[in-house]
């Protein structure tokens, strides 16, 4: 059974930096995407930033300058490079990976960012 494993969540001050990275255990054939999303406190879940199969990347406009996503679709695990983080970016941030036929979302467990002084 396919799962995305997270980590490198945790408390940073504002300015600071943090790596999440996700790593699939097993094989998932079909690979259209993978991305982070997270979800704010009280807020819907969002996406941050997204990594096609043919590397074509994108951002949100809030962490566009600030975030890299990295680790394409050909390699097991992705990340995402946070630097000069903000309060408003404190979330559960979540990996995802979308494959085609059958079309299929898998999710990471979740980690939690906590951007504070």
């Known amino acids: 059974q396919v799962q995305l494993v997270e980590s490198g969540g945790g408390l940073v001050q504002p300015g600071g930096s943090l790596t999440l990275s996700c790593k699939a255990s097993?094989?998932?054939?079909?690979?259209?995407?993978r991305a982070w999303y997270r979800q704010p406190p009280g807020k819907e879940r969002e996406l941050v930033a997204k990594?096609?199969?043919?590397?074509?990347?994108t951002y949100d406009d809030s962490v566009k300058g600030r975030f890299i996503i990295s680790g394409g679709i050909a390699e097991n695990i992705v990340y995402l490079q946070m630097n000069s983080l903000k309060p408003e970016d404190t979330a559960v941030y979540y990996c995802?990976?979308?494959?085609?036929?059958?079309?299929?979302?898998?999710w990471g467990q979740g980690a939690q960012v906590t951007v504070s002084s």
């Open positions: 995802n990976v979308h494959r085609a036929a059958p079309s299929y979302d898998y």
């Open positions: 990594i096609t199969g043919i590397g074509v990347i």
């Open positions: 097993g094989g998932i054939s079909n690979i259209v995407s």
